[in-house]
């Protein structure tokens, strides 16, 4: 992991934080904590399962592939999300679910990015709530972030009728709208957002990295890097997916299926990363 920091927003986490506030680090999750787009990722064993053809695999592998070039503007997906809104209608809830919980370490695990893992584990360790910010639909979040050992997850969340998504979405987590969950979210559990963190790799973030004091952009694009620095936003660069279960201790209790292995040695190797570029 290596940074490019502009002060002060690239001040390590343990610098910024103070005894009697709330703080928080809020992750975007696809190409910030994994290598990938979740909602991709999922299209074969949705296909397997019955859920979508193979004209619909096709179209989210070409949209996956925009994704990760990182050519994939505001409109292609706008189209996308109505698509894959349109595309869960009628979906029983509870079929996705089980998909979801069947295939989650086998199509996510590989693509972890390590330096997230340790960062999450520094938070951790700090006392810190890390919560994940995600546009991709809660059932697909919700099982990543819980591996993670998240303490909350911001998603889309698709109306449901008798246990089956109708094609509406009750809340798009993109743009503005992600911001502003953030901002409920730490009113209710009491952060303080000048002294919280975020990271994300999308230039449609950054109204989320503006709402808190410690702002990050994750591998960013042109765009994003010019709006780090107008913002004096730290820069950091993840590069090494590793298989998650590596880095994860076996599960001790069924909601908390996340626990970090090593999150003492991660805060120590990530405390010698900040001294060295300090």
Request: glycine share 8%; hydrophobic share 45%; no cysteine.
């Amino acid at each position: 992991m290596s940074a490019q920091p502009h002060d002060p927003a690239a001040t390590p986490p343990r610098a910024r934080t103070a005894q009697g506030h709330r703080v928080a680090a809020f992750f975007d999750l696809d190409k910030t904590i994994i290598a990938t787009s979740s909602s991709a990722a999922f299209s074969k064993p949705f296909y397997a399962g019955g859920l979508i053809t193979r004209g619909d695999v096709l179209r989210s592998a070409y949209a996956h592939l925009l994704f990760l070039a990182g050519n994939a503007d505001a409109d292609q997906t706008e189209r996308m999300r109505k698509h894959l809104s349109e595309l869960a209608t009628g979906w029983e809830v509870s079929k996705v679910q089980q998909i979801v919980a069947e295939t989650v370490h086998e199509l996510i695990d590989p693509y972890v990015y390590a330096e997230a893992v340790e960062l999450i584990a520094e938070h951790h360790e700090l006392g810190h709530d890390v919560v994940v910010v995600s546009a991709s639909g809660a059932e697909l979040v919700e099982p990543i972030a819980t591996v993670l050992g998240a303490d909350h997850v911001v998603a889309t969340r698709m109306a449901v009728d008798d246990g089956r998504y109708t094609g509406e979405i009750e809340f798009y987590a993109y743009g503005e709208q992600k911001a502003e969950a953030v901002r409920e979210l730490a009113a209710a559990q009491g952060y303080d957002l000048e002294r919280s963190f975020a990271y994300s790799d999308s230039i449609t973030d950054a109204p989320m990295l503006a709402a808190v004091g410690h702002g990050f952009a994750v591998n960013p694009d042109r765009s994003l890097r010019r709006a780090a620095v107008e913002h004096g936003w730290g820069v950091l660069t993840f590069t090494r997916p590793v298989a998650l279960r590596r880095v994860l201790r076996p599960p001790t209790a069924v909601l908390v299926l996340g626990a970090l292995v090593g999150a003492a040695a991660a805060a120590w190797l990530l405390r010698r990363w900040w001294s060295r570029r300090g």
